[in-house]
């Protein structure tokens, strides 16, 4: 049975105001049924025909959540080598909807909820910084293990990106290559007497600290997703769906369960702001063999200063920086430059190209033309 829309219409299929009391009607605040509709309303914007697959991993026997899109491809390979999609913190696998069928035209695409966030498993984590980071990058291979998928183009967002870098160092050899999307975790915290530009988040910070960051929303239960409508207009356009109140359902339905991807973040990080494992202090001894891309949002304040460094530290090997005309959800607030860059590594991949570090320096407005 189809779930309805969590917001009420009238008789002529208008939704009803904001400020409507029967927007409010008490129900119970985590709710798979609503959080399946809303990412399925996301997703409905997927021409592709979809596949959902619920993979077992070992920690705690947990399920990782999982979509699959794949096109007929007369020029597909027997063993194609699949783009693999991370999201970021706070999010799941339906806010790349925009993206599924543009790059499963060239490969096909997987996508998958991290265990503790969408509708992956909640089990508990370590609470040792490298020992919860080690669990998702051992979760990642047990995944990519059960889905026979021996090489993969990995591909992640934010705090995606983070464990998709700490998985390429530690299992190199199923990296085809490695997409960095403004990843989080790269840039080690500041010093405490650093300039005043850096005190708010200081101690915004360390108030937040002491709660899970999701903690507010919680609270406020069905009150949530009209709050966000308020503060994040913007996320409407960004994740297209055929109903337009989908994604702020699905950020509250996949953050109403037991947040135990906050708690693991929150053991990754210091005021849930820097990482208490810097990237840029271990992927400096990223094996060479593996490629990387980092594709960052022009607007975006995640600094792109240590992956410049990355790439004139390490120039026997190929690392490319790239900027985007889009905020932090790069893949979402300009898909069309992203999908271009996404052709673009994919056609490298074809041909080896990126194999060589010279060409991490190639023109990147003249090769992303030739991709599209």
């Keep these: 049975m189809e779930v309805q829309s969590p917001y009420f219409k009238n008789e002529n299929g208008y939704y009803l105001g904001l400020y409507d009391p029967r ?44 979509v699959v899109c794949k096109q007929e491809r007369p020029t597909a390979k027997k063993q194609d080598i699949p783009f693999v999609l991370i999201h970021d913190m706070f999010l799941g696998k339906a806010v790349w909807n925009q993206n ?58 934010g705090l995606g990106g983070f464990l998709a870098a700490s998985y390429a160092l ?37 108030y937040l600290s002491k709660f899970n960051p999701l903690t507010f929303l919680r609270l406020l239960g069905q009150l949530a997703p009209p709050f966000l409508r308020i503060f994040r207009a913007d996320f409407r356009k960004k994740f297209n769906s055929v109903d337009p109140y989908a994604i702020y359902e699905y ?19 210091y005021d849930f702001c820097w990482p208490k494992r810097p990237m840029i202090e271990r992927f400096v001894g990223i094996d060479k063999g593996v490629p990387v891309t980092f ?4 607007r975006s304040n995640i600094s792109p200063e240590p992956f410049y ?12 920086v790239e900027f985007v005309n889009a905020g ?21 991949v074809d041909s080896d190209e990126d194999l060589n570090p010279s060409n991490s320096n190639i023109d990147e407005h003249d090769s992303c033309n030739q991709a599209c």
Aim: charged share 25%; with cysteine; aromatic share 12%.
């Design 23 to 66: 927007n409010y009607i008490p129900w119970p605040a985590a709710s798979p049924e609503r959080l399946d509709w809303a990412e399925k309303s996301l997703l409905k914007t997927v021409e592709t025909p979809l596949e959902y697959k619920s993979v077992k991993v070992r920690h705690w026997n947990g399920s990782v959540c999982t």
């Design 100 to 157: 599924l069928d543009e790059l499963s035209k060239k490969r096909t695409t997987y996508a998958f909820d991290l265990l503790g966030w969408g509708s992956s498993s909640r089990p508990d984590f370590p609470a040792d910084a490298t020992l919860a980071e080690l669990e998702w990058v051992r979760t990642i291979d047990d995944w990519r293990k059960e889905l026979k998928i021996e090489k993969m183009i990995l591909v992640g967002h």
């Design 170 to 206: 530690e299992h190199p050899s199923h990296v085809r290559h490695l997409v960095l999307v403004d990843p989080w975790g790269f840039v080690p915290k500041p010093p405490d007497d650093q300039s005043y530009a850096y005190q708010w988040i200081h101690t915004l910070g360390y």
């Design 251 to 269: 950020i509250y339905q996949a953050n109403a369960r037991n947040p135990t991807g906050e708690s693991a973040l929150h053991q990754l990080s």
């Design 295 to 298: 594709i960052c949002g022009s």
């Design 309 to 320: 460094e990355l790439q004139n530290f390490r120039n026997d090997c190929y690392i490319r």
């Design 328 to 348: 932090h959800h790069v893949n979402a607030d300009n898909p069309e430059e992203f999908h271009c860059l996404m052709f673009e590594i994919s056609n490298q």
